[in-house]
Structures are given as structure tokens and as C-alpha cells.
């Protein structure tokens, strides 16, 4: 009797491993042979097995006793995707965590209370103004001290500016507007918005304004290291600034520009601003060397190629207001006095900040005395042609819709036959060809009747 | 009379004064265990150590053999032995000694994939006890009732990497009477013996320093895991690996953006940990893994998710109150569960992970520094004394059967 249900448990393992194959082997192929093998060759089963159950169980089945150890069902709720709520709490803690951090890290090493910011930023209307000035606007919303933006524009950009503007009411804009145009090329361009940062100046002299000035540019990408190092300037700082030159131009103009260019640090890209000995002493500046850049620096905004910084930007420079002022105490005499009027021979005097000072070695270097990079230098501008919608709105609906090239549907000949008498049961599917040979043929035609009309309209 | 009111006097202005001497650091919180502050305890003094003089083949041999065992998770046990030969706890003279040690490395047999097996750890283990009890009279004495030993491998004392098979062995014999010091820790599992010290698993500290960020670095991460979640070679059906847990794990949250959870090897898996403020501790297949000792290390909150585990050096560290405990049924609402956590508790437990005796206690640097897991090895040891009296034999009684466990084991090494 016992035999028998031995037998018949080892048939029935037997096929069972069979129906298993490869799988079942492999399960045991690594478990040892076990020395008291008072068994036959068959590898031994463990008593806790029970036949495969479904790998992927939802909650909904009912719960079963879990054995200790064996097999066990990888549970999965139902619905497996984030709960809105709870990732709004979870962010929640993750700016906790972060502002204690700040507070037992950084805000020790910082003067308080905090002082003000007055950010610098020339800007006028073009195809990138939007996500520049917007970008710049929300980084200064992030930093937690209060903050004057001194935003100088040209005459025309009044209404675009006003427009990106409008949308954060919570920054104190100051806007100052000056007599003239930018022009087209990246030279002139440099020039004009030196003059837009002097008047921005003049503004923080004549109406006595407290702060540290920030030379921030609106397409460059500042740290929030930058302003938290800036907090501690007492006249002059000088920030290292990476020089992202290659952006806007082809991957294949990049590899052979790198292989040539010698000057880029271990980086891989340039860097500008102080330098320190090794023990730790403010030395010199590290300077742009454009030799490697000839050929293929870019001479009209827009134009496609590489965009290279003066040999002294003004971004990476901080400076206490009092700099400018007309008399401030305890302002050392290495500092010329800052009395431009507004005259265009007064200002040709003042290319970069170093100008204001009469010796440059009170220069201030900043981020572990140079050796950290805290804003990227970025040019890149849209062709000068570049259209785009005022305000980047487009509210009223488009009166002309060409499709583009390829539509994701595909291209049905003119000619289709559409059943006329379609029967009840196959009502829906000939209703879906219809709809669809309609959507796709509707914006063909129209597709060629414009086509045809926009060429008339071309060659008119 | 006068003499026990002066040695009154004496403990009650002790008790005093240890507090006062203790100041806390205004950004760190100390651990207060369930015995005191226990992880600062000093053990010399209070416990001596004799170590056996075992031949080479039980020790050094194996390390020459591969020196792999020195930078695996289960160094523990040669590190131990070099750590006890110069520590101050060590007594030449074995009748004066509390504790014996006999230095065996049963973890050190690797395949070529660095993995130890352990098909000769138990004659390797007995042959140690044999010669031990032939060439010395204490085992004899107590039965090895005073002896420790280091089994740091998956299930302990068991000597198997496999769950079922190490139950079905159950802990040596002949380590009946003896404290075993090992990384596992399950309740109500065979494979731990009442009495055992939980220890951390090894993991190289000078690595790990090596690769410290600032701590103003801002911690972006919410939860952070690196690892299998599915093992196809030993578990290709799916279901056995860590009992379905890890699997879950992934299969619930892949596409959460919170959790950032992969089978990736970065080259920044430290630094990104500091940037994470939990970090998954989940089972695989032994409930203890290294990642609560990097965890611990780069203060990310641990997450463990093993039912019943039991954590290193638990009667001196309150782990309920660093770490977060999840239950392995409890895994598909593992979001819900971290995010429904209160802000000031995360802070807190993060407070004390930042206590560096917290961290000194996961680790073993060479040379040994006061307070890491060297010495909570120690402490444990000492808190164990005096020694019961049943613990000594009367002459003539056994209590051990030299010929208990399976026929294999009794194969001589």
C-alpha cells in the first residue's frame, strides 16, 4: 500500500517535472548532492512545494498564510502609479530636510541679517527674451534674500519686456530705459549693454541704493552658491564663470573645434575669473585665449558659430553699492570715483568692472577662492529673422493650417471605395473608415488647395 | 558598615556626574539605548579575551590561498582575530581569561565568482573545536559555554546559503554552548541562538570615506535603492528571492519618480546616497544586507523591510527610533507609509544618524578606534559576564555529542 503511493507520488513528480522542463532543473542543478543519499538519483523534493501559482497576484485575492520560507506571491496593488497628494507631501519633506540642511550648513557662515541684492541685467525683445528673462526671473524668486532687479532695456523693448514681467509680481523690477537700439552684431552688442549696466549704475548712485550689485546676464545659468558666497563681499569679488561657448552650433563643428583647442581646462571647456597660488593667495586671472576660436567665432547675433566673451566680462562681478556712490564712508582709495555722467566720452572709459578700481589685487576671489566654478557664461540667440508671436501667446485660432510633412496616419489614395449600404452589424467599423478616410482625405485636399494658394502667395 | 555607605556614596555621585561630563553637540542627538549610553562604553577593563593559538591552516593559509576574504561583506572574522591579537583585552594567561576566541575563518573558501561555500565550513569548524578541546583544558571544562566564535555567513552557524536547507541543518552542534558572533539576525529562526551578538556586515571604511561629500550637498532624493530586485540565475521562477519582497518593491514603484530605484552599478552610488533621505534596506536571500551600514555611514534614514530581523548591537542602539520598519506585506504601500511620516521625525532621525559614534559603531577601521564595531563586539562580550555558574561542568558531566548532525560533518578536515 505504501509502495503503491510511493510509486504513484514519484509518476506523478516525475511528469510534473516533465511538464516543467528546463526550469524545474535548472531550480535544483546548484543545490548540492546531499551525502546521505539513501534516495535514487531523483533530486529530492522539498516538501513545501506546491504547484506553480500565477506570479503576479492583485490584493483582491484572499489572504493566505505565509510560509517562512518557499515560494511567495510578489504582491502588486492595483493601481501602481504615484498618489498625487502624497508626492506634494513628499516634496513637502524634501524642503524640510533641505532647509535645515541650509540652516545647519550654510546660513552659519552668513552675515545676517541677510543682505539685499541689486541684480544688474540688460534685456531687449528678441526670439529668446521670453525664456531668458523668465528663467533669470525665477532663480531670483528661489533665493531667500531680498532682491532689487535693475532691468535695462532699449527704447522699442517696452511692451515684450513688460508682458514676461508682468507674470511674477513678486519681484521688486526696477526698469530703467535707454536712449538707443541694439545692433546686429555680437561686438557692437557687448559694447551697448556695457553702457545699459553703467546707466544702471548711475541709477544705483543717484538714488543712493544699499546692496551688493550682481552682474547677472539673462541667458547665463547662475548657481545659488553664487549669491550665497556674494553675501560675504566687502567691496569688489570677482566669481569664476564657465564659458559655454559651443552652444548653438552643429555636434560636428564641436569635435573638430575640440581637437584643436588646447586651452580649455581639464574641464573640457573654458574658464574665466581669478586665480589662487597654492596657498590659497589671489594672483592673477585666468584668461580666454581665442587663438583657437579664429575662423569660426560668429560676427552677427544669430549667426551660426561660436560665441566667445571679452577678455573681462562683466558677469561673475559683485560689488558693494557703495563703490558707486559719491562719498561713502570707510570706501578704501583704491576705488576711482564713479562719476560718469551720461555722456558718451565718459562712458567709452569703463569696458568691465576692473575699471572702477585702481588696483586690482583687492579683488575678492569668491567660491573657494576661485577653484569653483558658480555661473555658466551662455550665448545663444535665435537668427535674426526668427519670428515669434508677441508675447509668445497664440489666443486667436491660426488662420492658416498647413499639416505638417508626415502625418501619422497614412496616405490613402484619392480614389476609395466607401460601401453605400453598410449592414447593421458592421455599422461601427464602416463608421470608424468613414471618419477615418474622412479626417485623412479632409486635410489633403485642403493641404493641396493651400499648397497651391501659399505658392501664389510666394511668387506674388 | 561605614565601608558600604562609602561605595554607595561613591556609585550615587557616579551616577551624577557622567551626565554633567557628557555634553550634547548642538546638531547631533546621543543615542540613549536601552542600557544607557552603552555605545560609548569602554571595554577594556572590564572583560579579558585568551586566543587560541590554532595552526595555520585554519587561518592564514586560507587568506594566503585568497585574498579576496579581506574585502568581502564577510571579513568580519579575520579582521576580528588581527583586532584581539594587540587589544588591550587580550590575556596571555588563559586562567585569568573571561572569554576564549578561536580564530577560525570558515567564511574564506570563494568560487571564482568571490562567493564562499559553505560545504566545508562544518568540518572545517569541528576540526577547530577538536583540536581546541585536545590541546587545552577549557573547553572540556564548560562545554564551550566561554568560548565565542565569528560565523559571519549568510544564515550564521548554520553554514548554508540556502534558507531551507540551513533550517533543516539547524546551528552546529557543537556550537550548542558557545555565544556565536554573526551577521544574521531573524527572530524565531533557528539559525539564531539565544545569546548571539548581532554584528554589522563589513564594508571598507576607507572606501567609503573616500568618497564623502559636503553636507550642505541638498538632499533631492526621497528614496534611493541600487540593487537586484529579481535573481533569474538562483531564482528563475520568481517568488523565492527575497520572499517576493524586492520584486514588489519594483514592481510598484518603477515609474514613481520618487523613488529612484535601479539594478544600475553607478561609479557615484556613495554620493548619491548622500543626496538621498531614505535609503531601501530590503531583505534578499539573509534578511541583513551592507546597505544599512552605508546607510548609516551617509545619513540616509534606513528603510527595512525584512519581517523579524534583527539588527546589529540591538540592545545598544534604538533602531526603531533611526530607522523605519516596514512590513514585507506592507510593501505595495510603501509611498503612503514614507510620505505619511512626519517632518520633525525625519529630522530627528536624521539627527542621530549625524551622531559620529552612531556611524563609529557600523565599522571596522584598521587600526581599531575607539567605539566601532570592534569594541560593541567587546562591550557585548562583557555586558554577558560574570558567567552563570552552571556554565562550569562537574567533573565527569557532558553535555555535548560529539557525534550529533549530519554524516558529512563528521568527516575529519
Known amino acids: 500500500m505504501l509502495s503503491l503511493v510511493s510509486i504513484s507520488l514519484h509518476t506523478f513528480s516525475c511528469l510534473l517535472s516533465l511538464y516543467l522542463g528546463f526550469r524545474f532543473s535548472r531550480l535544483f542543478s546548484f543545490s548540492p548532492p546531499t551525502s546521505s543519499s539513501h534516495l535514487n538519483n531523483f533530486p529530492p523534493l522539498p516538501l513545501s512545494y506546491s504547484p506553480p501559482k500565477p506570479l503576479i497576484n492583485p490584493l483582491t485575492s484572499p489572504p493566505r498564510p505565509r510560509p517562512i520560507s518557499g515560494r511567495h506571491v510578489i504582491s502588486i496593488r492595483p493601481w501602481a502609479h504615484p498618489n498625487p497628494t502624497e508626492t506634494l507631501q513628499a516634496h513637502r519633506i524634501l524642503s524640510a530636510v533641505q532647509s535645515e540642511q541650509r540652516r545647519r550648513h550654510i546660513s552659519p557662515r552668513l552675515p545676517s541679517p541677510p543682505r539685499k541684492f541689486l541684480i544688474v541685467t540688460p534685456t531687449y525683445s528678441r526670439t529668446f527674451q521670453a525664456v531668458y528673462l523668465s528663467s533669470l526671473a525665477h532663480s531670483l524668486l528661489i533665493l531667500p534674500y531680498p532682491v532689487t532687479w535693475i532691468v535695462v532695456e532699449p527704447r522699442g523693448s517696452r511692451n515684450d519686456t513688460s508682458a514676461i514681467l508682468a507674470r511674477f509680481p513678486r519681484l521688486h523690477v526696477l526698469r530703467l530705459s535707454y536712449p538707443g537700439s541694439m545692433p546686429n552684431t555680437w561686438a557692437q552688442r557687448s559694447r551697448v549693454e556695457s553702457r545699459m549696466r553703467l546707466m544702471a549704475l548711475r541709477e544705483i548712485r543717484d538714488q543712493q541704493l544699499d546692496g551688493i550689485i550682481v552682474f547677472a546676464d539673462e541667458s547665463n545659468v547662475h548657481t545659488m552658491e553664487l549669491f550665497d558666497e556674494a553675501q560675504m563681499v566687502n567691496w569688489i569679488a570677482s566669481a569664476s564663470v564657465g564659458i559655454l561657448a559651443h552652444t548653438g552650433i552643429l555636434e560636428k563643428d564641436i569635435e573638430e573645434s575640440e581637437s584643436t583647442n588646447k586651452q580649455s581646462s581639464s574641464l573640457g571647456f573654458p574658464v574665466i575669473g581669478p586665480a589662487c597660488n597654492s596657498s590659497g593667495h589671489f594672483v592673477g586671472w585666468r584668461a580666454l585665449d581665442t587663438s583657437n576660436y579664429t575662423g569660426k567665432i560668429a560676427n552677427f547675433v544669430g549667426e551660426e558659430g561660436l560665441v566667445v566673451p571679452n577678455q573681462f566680462e562683466w558677469a561673475g562681478f559683485v560689488m558693494n553699492s557703495r563703490l558707486v556712490w559719491e562719498k561713502a564712508e570707510g570706501r578704501p582709495d583704491w576705488v576711482r570715483a564713479f562719476s560718469v555722467g551720461g555722456s558718451v566720452a565718459d562712458e567709452t572709459e569703463i569696458e568691465n568692472p576692473l575699471d572702477l578700481v585702481k588696483d586690482v589685487s583687492f579683488v575678492e576671489p569668491l567660491g573657494r577662492c576661485g577653484k569653483k566654478v558658480l555661473l555658466w557664461w551662455v550665448r545663444t540667440e535665435a537668427r535674426l529673422d526668427s519670428k515669434f508671436p508677441t508675447r509668445w501667446i497664440i489666443d486667436k485660432p491660426l488662420q492658416i493650417t498647413v499639416p505638417a510633412k508626415q502625418t501619422p496616419w497614412p496616405e490613402l489614395p484619392p480614389e476609395i471605395v466607401i460601401p453605400t449600404n453598410p449592414t447593421p452589424t458592421r455599422q461601427s467599423l464602416t463608421d470608424k473608415q468613414h471618419s477615418k478616410t474622412g479626417r485623412s482625405s479632409r486635410p489633403r485636399h485642403r493641404s493641396r488647395g493651400k499648397r497651391k494658394r501659399e505658392s501664389h502667395m510666394n511668387s506674388s | ?406 554524516i558529512g560533518d563528521l568527516k575529519p578536515w
Open chain 2, 1 to 406: 558598615m561605614g565601608s558600604e555607605i562609602w561605595i554607595v556614596a561613591l556609585l550615587l555621585s557616579q551616577a551624577l556626574i557622567l551626565p554633567i561630563a557628557q555634553a550634547a553637540e548642538p546638531h547631533t542627538e546621543r543615542i540613549s539605548g536601552s542600557a544607557g549610553d552603552v555605545l560609548e562604553d569602554d571595554p577594556v577593563g572590564r572583560l579579558k579575551v585568551f586566543v587560541y593559538n590554532l595552526p595555520r591552516k585554519y587561518n592564514k593559509k586560507m587568506v594566503d590561498k585568497d585574498s579576496r576574504c579581506l574585502t568581502h561583506m564577510f571579513a568580519t572574522e579575520i579582521f576580528m582575530h588581527r583586532f584581539l591579537l594587540s587589544s588591550a583585552v587580550r590575556t596571555l594567561d588563559p586562567e585569568e581569561a573571561d572569554w576564549f576566541y578561536t580564530p577560525v575563518y570558515t567564511t574564506c573558501d570563494l568560487t571564482p565568482g568571490g562567493h564562499p561555500l559553505p560545504f566545508k565550513s562544518p568540518r572545517i569548524m569541528r576540526s577547530a573545536i577538536q583540536y581546541v578541546a585536545m590541546n587545552w583544558p577549557y573547553w572540556n571544562r564548560t562545554d564551550g559555554a566561554d568560548h565565542f566564535f565569528v560565523t559571519p555567513h549568510d544564515f550564521g552557524a548554520c553554514f548554508h546559503y540556502q534558507e531551507e536547507t540551513a533550517i533543516q541543518r539547524g546551528i552546529l552542534h557543537l556550537l550548542k554552548r558557545a555565544t556565536l558572533v554573526q551577521t544574521f539576525g531573524q527572530r524565531n529562526h533557528v539559525c539564531l541562538k539565544e545569546g548571539s551578538i548581532t554584528v554589522p556586515p563589513y564594508a571598507p571604511p576607507q572606501k567609503m570615506q573616500a568618497h564623502l561629500v559636503s553636507p550642505s550637498t541638498p538632499r533631492s532624493i526621497f528614496v534611493y535603492f541600487r540593487g537586484l530586485f529579481y535573481d533569474v540565475n538562483n531564482d528563475p521562477e520568481g517568488g523565492y528571492y527575497a520572499r517576493g519582497a524586492r520584486a514588489s518593491v519594483w514592481e510598484n514603484f518603477k515609474s514613481n519618480p520618487l523613488f529612484d530605484i535601479s539594478t544600475d552599478h553607478p561609479p557615484t552610488y556613495y554620493e548619491d546616497m548622500q543626496r538621498s533621505v531614505f535609503c531601501l534596506c530590503p531583505l534578499g536571500w539573509a534578511p541583513w544586507s551592507p546597505r544599512l551600514v552605508e546607510a548609516v555611514v551617509f545619513g540616509c534614514i534606513p528603510v527595512i523591510i525584512a519581517d523579524d530581523i534583527v539588527l546589529p548591537f540591538a540592545d545598544a542602539i534604538p533602531w526603531e527610533e533611526i530607522a523605519v520598519f516596514v512590513a514585507e506585506k506592507d510593501v505595495p504601500s510603501l509611498d503612503t507609509i514614507l510620505t505619511s511620516i512626519p517632518a520633525e521625525v525625519i529630522l530627528r532621525k536624521q539627527r542621530l544618524l549625524a551622531n559620529p559614534s552612531m556611524k563609529q559603531a557600523m565599522l571596522f577601521p584598521q587600526p581599531a578606534q575607539a567605539g566601532d564595531a570592534f569594541h560593541q563586539i567587546l562591550n557585548g562580550l562583557a555586558r554577558k559576564l560574570p558567567h552563570d555558574k552552571s556554565v562550569y561542568l562537574k567533573p565527569g558531566e557532558k553535555v555535548l555529542n560529539w557525534t550529533a548532525g549530519p
